[in-house]
DNA sequence: TGAGATTGTAGTAGCAGGTACTAAAAATGC
DNA sequence: GCATTTTTAGTACCTGCTACTACAATCTCA
């Protein structure tokens, strides 16, 4: 087959890099189906599965099901976006938000405003000391844009408290400057 | 048995609302596990699941990876948050977010502000007609609180331009009212 | 109290999608 | 041209079922 014109499959180096793309991006295909794809029987899937260390289809639905499970209560438990790294509450609180590839525009690899945003506003409503309480009024100013690996660090400090409305600033900084300032107005209420 | 005072087992109807329940929690229970956990025989388990429509280890374990696999897919590929209804390039736009229950603070049901904000942003992002462009400023104003089940109607506007700048508008009303507005300055760069 | 209906148990055959293994055919390297 | 690598074929076995038959236990209520 070497040299000939016609070689309808591909050497095994590739055919095993197709057999991760397909994997990664379709993990529903049983190895028969992968045989087909692929053009070679269903064994020889079964050997590179085993070389590659991909688990059978139902672990692979598995893995999914489970991350996704752990992802989902994350995300739900999750009422801070970002890490709290320190709350003093009444006063002031800092945290932590590492920017992920999934919070960037595609096409130009920047941050998504919003979560810079989320970011402050949730930080801004945990360090309020109060029972319940809703964002009245926001000022935001995103100072330069923010890209994939940077750590976000925003520090909410309580300015003014007024009757049921707290006045809250927030700077977001990464490693080297100030990326992002907010000024919050909070409403609260319940009994205190 | 029945008046007996020893009674381990419980009848059909109340097993049969244990094992919903624990299927629900637990997921990745098989049919033996459940029936060692209720008491009853395999078999029994089967018969449930038939009358209760509860799909074997393997299909419920399959419909979370798939609905998983969407929902990433809807995150990811959402460079909108919320679902564009109109988009006139360079004037205005509409989006339509509905408010589900993983949106809401767990205590007061409220909806977390930062999604308002995100529809918001996300929208006059899109509605500037510019290859890129970032959020530079955002004056927000929330003005009712948004709970569970509510469609949240965000029209956008592009009130001025001046230069890269781009000052657009945009208010959110849900059926019955306005429940949040916000001005952005956006900034824009290329060649365009 | 007892006959019929309901509910639960047992067991078998068969299926999907594999693992783990043996053996041999085909391609390739040099 | 012969050894080595790669690929294919086939078998036994596994899990977690479905689908089915047969029968035992329990409940109902007349």
């Known amino acids: 087959m070497q040299g000939g014109v016609w070689m309808a499959r591909v050497k095994k180096k590739e055919r095993q890099r197709l057999l991760l793309e397909q994997v990664k991006t379709k993990p529903f295909l049983?190895?028969?189906e992968l045989a087909k794809y692929l053009e070679v029987s269903v064994q020889t899937?079964?050997?590179d599965r085993l070389e590659l260390g991909i688990p059978e289809l139902r672990g692979?639905?598995?893995n999914m099901a489970e991350k996704a499970q752990n992802k989902v209560k994350s995300i739900q438990s999750g009422e801070v976006v970002g890490e709290l790294i320190d709350l003093e509450l009444g006063h002031s609180g800092i945290s932590l938000l590492r920017v992920t590839d999934d919070m960037v525009f595609a096409k130009t690899q920047i941050a998504k405003g919003h979560y810079m945003f989320s970011q402050a506003n949730s930080l801004a409503l945990a360090v309020i000391d109060a029972p319940m309480a809703v964002t009245?009024?926001?000022n935001v100013k995103y100072k330069v844009p923010v890209h994939v690996g940077e750590k976000l660090i925003a520090k909410a400090e309580i300015v003014k408290v007024r009757g049921n409305k707290y006045f809250v600033w927030v700077k977001t900084h990464n490693e080297t400057q100030e990326v992002f300032r907010?000024?919050?107005i909070m409403v609260s209420w319940g009994e205190k």
Request: no cysteine; glycine share 6%; hydrophobic share 45%.
């Open 30 to 32: 049983t190895d028969e």
């Open 45 to 47: 899937i079964r050997l």
């Open 60 to 62: 692979r639905i598995r």
């Open 136 to 138: 009245g009024v926001a």
């Open 182 to 184: 907010a000024k919050f």
